[in-house]
């Protein structure tokens, strides 16, 4: 993975403890996190992190998001009001591998209360790890922006 990678990162309640154990994974290998937050267990609206964690990733400010919530409906869908985001819910590995492989996804949206920790960790790192292919993928990828 690359170093010097910028991620914003954002969650719900739901998922706190993913977003802080995948924050803390990250940084341990130098890659610049920006937390859009939540950092509490009260209950908070999802869409209030789940925009800026996007709007980061529209502007450039961020090379990728990793957004979560309880199912990762609700960020997943949230973030793809967005122009030029491509948030792709992932709750397996070869799932974000073949986001990022065949959509080009620039999000990535994790079920918190559907997958572990140690899960979130992997499927972040696959996604993160894994480039797009381009080739009969790409005519795909330029049709999903109006």
Not at 55 to 78: D, H, P, Q, R, Y
């Amino acid at each position: 993975m690359q170093s010097d990678l910028t991620i914003a990162i954002g969650c719900d309640h739901a998922g706190v403890e993913h977003k802080n154990a995948i924050k803390t994974h990250l940084e341990s290998m130098g890659v610049k996190m920006l937390d859009k937050g939540t950092n509490t267990l009260d209950s908070v609206d999802y869409p209030d992190y789940a925009h800026p964690v996007a709007l980061a990733v529209e502007s450039k400010e961020a090379n990728f998001g990793i957004l979560i919530c309880g199912s990762a409906n609700g960020v997943c869908i949230t973030a793809n009001k967005h122009a030029g985001i491509r948030a792709a819910l992932c709750w397996r590995k070869d799932v974000a591998e073949l986001a990022r492989q065949h959509n080009d996804a620039n999000v990535i949206c994790l079920p918190a209360r559907f997958i572990s920790i140690e899960e979130a960790i992997s499927f972040t790192d696959a996604f993160l790890n894994t480039p797009f292919e381009g080739g009969r993928h790409q005519k795909r990828v330029e049709k999903i922006d109006l």
